[in-house]
């Protein structure tokens, strides 16, 4: 008789591990690839953003109509630059290898950079040029955009900071 519940325990054991294993293999095909991350820094202070709500397309292109929502939307995290400070942007690596732009009050960067951050000129980011008169005027505020580039060179994701100045 002791034999008999010996291999029945031997058996629910060997049972519950199958069964815990196949939860835990169920709970980690459940899991979503995380978001990519976009940090800008300026001197100590550090903000991080996962993509703007309605601007990932994870890993394809944003339609024309999605771009230019995420074109237009304000906000995100906010930071306060003082007048000459570098701001830096840094992106994941995954971000890098296929390429980013960042858009201030106007376009900053010629061509996608494939480094993980660059760092700008606070100046050079709240600088707006009127394109009928030609004059350059500065903002107080700046909605920083930050774009991954796709391989068809169209935005697949969009993160946006605020850049307040401090005078």
Not at 71 to 92: A, Q
Not at 124 to 134: A, D, E, R, S, V
Request: net charge positive; proline share 5%.
């Amino acid at each position: 008789m002791t034999a008999a519940l010996i291999s029945w325990g031997k058996g629910r054991r060997a049972a519950a591990a199958i069964g815990a294993v196949s939860l835990g293999l169920v709970t980690l095909s459940a899991c979503e690839k995380p978001t990519a991350l976009a940090t800008v820094t300026v001197g100590s202070s550090t903000v991080t953003a996962e993509a703007t709500p309605g601007c990932d397309g994870h890993g394809k292109d944003l339609s024309r109509k999605a771009v230019a929502a995420c074109i237009t939307k304000k906000g995100g995290k906010s930071i306060t630059v003082h007048p000459g400070e570098k701001v830096r942007v840094g992106v994941d690596p995954e971000v890098a290898k296929s390429g980013w732009i960042v858009i201030g009050a106007g376009p900053v960067m010629r061509e996608p950079s494939k480094q993980t951050y660059r760092s700008f000129d606070a100046d050079t980011l709240f600088m707006q040029q009127n394109p009928q008169t030609g004059q350059t005027t500065y903002t107080k505020d700046v909605t920083l955009q930050v774009a991954e580039i796709g391989k068809s060179e169209g935005p697949t994701t969009m993160w946006h900071f605020t850049l307040k100045q401090k005078d």
